[in-house]
């Protein structure tokens, strides 16, 4: 067995094309590291429906320049299977360490194949990708970014010529041609071929989102905004320069590109901490409104001015407070979510006779709706102009939303006068979270066996009215491994994270509201019950 994986060790090492991990890789091997070799050689980074995440270093468990002329490789064959010989790929990527270096892997295994690549000229928003996809008449686009994970996290993001990311059964059909591919050295990789795209492409993505705002509409809202040290900045100041808004206060400590991401413990607003100094900055600037991107930019996170100081809103408030905007000016087209996130926008919609759809978890599916014409998950996504982005897109979220806060600052209003209006109409939607992040899997397998052989029959003290087992599907959603509780007032959904190691549990409370003057007793209520229902649900679960 030690033999063996030395052996593998050494064939990797051979075939790696990455001076850096080479040397990592021969140092283990000269270390007779076993427990590192076994970690990193114990299978590979699977090629799922977010395309590939992970740590980056050497071996096949890791993201590596060697897996990505794989996963380009897997991805090129797959795309001439399916009729797209000589077809179009445009390459996007971030700032992370490495996301330079895959990219241009990724252009040099296109053009060996025998397909046109194309690059973006430097890192830029994911959403930029998603759009110049269609704009370009591509067959396939790959993003290079590991959006808001740690520092030390790269990752892979396919998406087909409809600008939408992949789902099952490309996913799988991709995967089989990656796992096909024998060695490195059967991977043509000339050093020139491919297109390195100039601005015009940001030109264009930049002159789409003039479309998302309102002609006319008031102007005035000032934010604080922060790029959480990402790449969102100057896409999205080009933006708000465009549409005319003032000029967004930036927090300069996080302004700028760095893949270290010196000053968050996680790069991810709706992390504790990661906002702090954003708040600061706002206490001096006192603007209408906070706005952050993750370090893509397909995320946006909005925060506002709550009694005496700044909170968060909820991605399930700025969801509402979006379809509201949009109603109010007279959109048109379905709007959907998915499961996981408040069923507050479903009544939004039917009050305004639009169509409505849940998806399963994830933008891959919310994009793929009939006549979208907006769509938004609870962490933070949303996407406000599907016919130019058909995926989440954080610069144009923060535009809209920024518009909505100018249109209320000019009635003498804020988005959270808003919020009451949406809960006294409509009930109080409140959400929240249970989260277990493990170190041990079988504990989430433990779990959810527990909950499908032993279903709670209420949860804080309210009846379960419907309990659904997601993996066998429903009328309107495909299998998927999750649980579902209907209850008196509440909803509950179950299930383990696609991305990270962890149980997700998203809870959701309606409590009725006669009047502006019973909020803060329907508060109360809501918190009540949802700190009840966490407390049942981690009893019955075993968390």
């Known amino acids: 067995m030690h033999d063996d994986?030395?052996?593998?060790?050494?064939?990797?090492?051979?075939?790696?094309?990455?001076?850096?991990?080479?040397?990592?890789?021969?140092?283990?091997?000269?270390?007779?590291?076993?427990?590192?070799?076994?970690a990193r050689f114990s299978g590979t980074l699977q090629f799922g429906t977010a395309g590939l995440r992970g740590e980056l270093g050497a071996g096949p468990m890791r993201m590596n320049r060697s897996v990505v002329i794989r996963a380009a490789a897997g991805l090129a064959a797959y795309l001439k299977k399916n009729g797209h010989t000589?077809?179009?790929?445009v390459i996007g990527y971030d700032a992370r360490h490495k996301s330079a270096d895959f990219a241009r892997d990724t252009?040099?295994?296109?053009?060996?194949?025998?397909?046109?690549?194309?690059?973006l000229p430097r890192p830029l928003p994911t959403p930029v990708l998603a759009f110049a996809i269609r704009h370009l008449g591509a067959v396939a686009g790959v993003e290079?970014?590991?959006?808001?994970?740690?520092?030390?996290?790269?990752?892979?993001?396919?998406?087909?010529?409809?600008?939408?990311?992949?789902?099952?059964?490309?996913?799988?059909?991709?995967?089989?041609?990656?796992?096909?591919?024998?060695?490195?050295?059967?991977?043509?990789?000339?050093?020139?071929?491919?297109?390195?795209?100039?601005?015009?492409?940001?030109?264009?993505?930049?002159?789409?989102?003039?479309?998302?705002?309102?002609?006319?509409?008031?102007?005035?809202?000032?934010?604080?905004?922060?790029?959480?040290?990402?790449?969102?900045?100057?896409?999205?100041?080009?933006?708000?320069?465009?549409?005319?808004?003032?000029?967004?206060?930036?927090?300069?400590?996080?302004?700028?590109?760095?893949?270290?991401?010196?000053?968050?413990a996680f790069p991810n607003p709706e992390e504790p901490g990661a906002m702090d100094l954003a708040f600061a900055q706002a206490r001096t600037a006192d603007p209408d409104l906070v706005i952050a991107n993750d370090p893509d930019a397909d995320r946006c996170a909005v925060a506002v001015k709550d009694g005496g100081d700044w909170r968060m809103l909820?991605?399930?408030?700025?969801?509402?407070?979006?379809?509201?905007?949009?109603?109010r000016r007279g959109a048109q087209g379905t709007f959907a979510e998915s499961i996981v996130s408040s069923s507050l926008l479903g009544r939004i919609a039917?009050?305004?006779?639009?169509?409505?759809?849940?998806?399963?978890?994830g933008f891959k599916w919310i994009a793929r709706v009939d006549g979208l014409r907006y769509g938004y998950e609870e962490a933070l996504g949303y996407c406000v102009d599907p016919e130019g982005v058909c995926d989440k897109d954080g610069i144009t979220a923060a535009l809209l939303i920024t518009e909505?806060?100018?249109?209320?600052?000019?009635?003498?209003?804020?988005?959270?006068?808003?919020?009451?209006?949406?809960?006294?109409?409509?009930?109080?939607?409140?959400?929240?979270?249970?989260?277990?992040?493990?170190?041990?899997?079988?504990?989430?397998?433990d779990a959810m066996r527990r909950l499908r052989e032993q279903p709670p029959t209420e949860l804080a003290g309210l009846s379960i009215l419907r309990a659904e087992d997601l993996t066998r599907g429903t009328e309107s959603l495909p299998p998927t491994d999750g649980l579902r509780y209907t209850l008196d007032g509440a909803r509950v959904i179950v299930r383990p994270s696609g991305t990270e190691p962890k149980l997700k549990c998203y809870l959701e409370v309606v409590v009725p509201v006669s009047a502006h003057d019973a909020l803060p007793a329907a508060r109360a209520r809501a918190a009540e019950l949802l700190t009840a229902v966490k407390r049942d649900l981690s009893a019955a679960a075993g968390i």
């Open 144 to 264: 290079v970014t590991a959006s808001h994970n740690p520092p030390r996290d790269n990752g892979y993001k396919v998406y087909l010529g409809d600008g939408s990311q992949i789902v099952p059964p490309a996913d799988a059909e991709i995967a089989a041609e990656i796992d096909a591919i024998a060695s490195l050295h059967d991977v043509p990789r000339p050093d020139a071929g491919w297109e390195t795209l100039d601005d015009a492409v940001l030109d264009a993505y930049l002159a789409r989102t003039d479309a998302v705002l309102a002609a006319g509409s008031p102007r005035t809202a000032r934010t604080v905004y922060t790029a959480m040290h990402g790449v969102g900045k100057d896409v999205l100041l080009a933006a708000f320069a465009r549409a005319g808004f003032p000029e967004p206060v930036l927090v300069a400590e996080q302004a700028e590109p760095d893949p270290d991401f010196p000053t968050v």
């Open 86 to 89: 000589g077809g179009l790929v």
């Open 314 to 327: 909820r991605g399930d408030e700025v969801g509402a407070l979006l379809g509201a905007h949009l109603v």
């Open 404 to 445: 909505l806060a100018s249109v209320l600052k000019e009635e003498g209003r804020t988005l959270l006068d808003l919020l009451d209006d949406l809960a006294v109409e409509h009930g109080l939607h409140a959400t929240d979270q249970l989260s277990v992040r493990v170190q041990d899997l079988s504990l989430i397998a």
């Open 350 to 361: 039917g009050k305004a006779g639009l169509p409505y759809e849940e998806t399963l978890t």
């Open 5 to 38: 994986l030395i052996a593998r060790a050494k064939a990797w090492l051979a075939e790696d094309p990455d001076q850096e991990t080479r040397d990592e890789l021969a140092g283990l091997i000269d270390a007779g590291d076993v427990e590192e070799l076994a």
């Open 107 to 119: 252009a040099a295994v296109m053009t060996g194949a025998g397909l046109r690549a194309a690059v």
